[in-house]
């Protein structure tokens, strides 16, 4: 049987998807037929440009703010969706900050909690939401994206990776809940993707050849390189994965040590 990946008809939200790796998964999964929410929460700008990009292209797309670490405006989100479209089989929770960096002892803890409370918290409120929808119709996929600093450990980033980690933990719960109700919860790690959140490490040279020496595959990813992964993981054609991570990152997880020439 050809593999064939279809999100016709689908009712997706991205969050955070205005920018980075958000803004092409969004494209991606309205590139596959499915219908979808940009959620932002600053700059209307950029996620209105991006439905009309999508509308461009034949697509049918809505722009909602909301901060995903309120369970009111979360609330909210999933409510605008419901009136669009009358429901959702795809979430993809993907707004995420990676903080201040600061060393444990340095670190300024309502910074570090808000960390986790977008990070972890935020997924989590958007994936109760979804979830109760999905249950319901006995259909649907959440996927979290959640990065290699689930796994790997990351100085200066206490926040950033307890909230990563927790949220790979989270997936596999929610997996174990959903499972029985026809509806899948996984996690998606990206590795180095060139972005916005990152921009300080990849613009600077030092410090992208310092990362590269990690990164077996000698380069860091683009955000269209994670969006075909995800589009690929909210599909039927995998049907039968649910409840893991799935990493997009050049191999950087399983060979931390990796230096080229080495
Ligand atoms: C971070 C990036 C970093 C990458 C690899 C990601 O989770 O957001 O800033 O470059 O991990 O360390």
Known sequence: MPMQISLQGRRALVTGANSGIGAAVARALAGAGARVCVNYLVGPGAAEELVASIRGGGGEALAVAADVSDAGQ????????????GGLDVLVNNAGVDGPRALAWEADPAAWE??????LVGAFLCAREALKRMVAQQRGVVLNLTSVHEKIAWSGYSAYTAAKAGLSMLTKTLAQEAAPHGVRVLSLAPGAIRTDINRQVWSDPASLSDLLTKIPLGRMGDPEEIARVATFLVSDAASYVTGSTVYADGAMTDYPDFAHGG
């Open 74 to 85: 979360v609330a909210g989100l999933f409510a605008a969706v419901d009136r669009a479209w």
């Open 114 to 119: 808000r960390v986790l409370r977008i990070d």
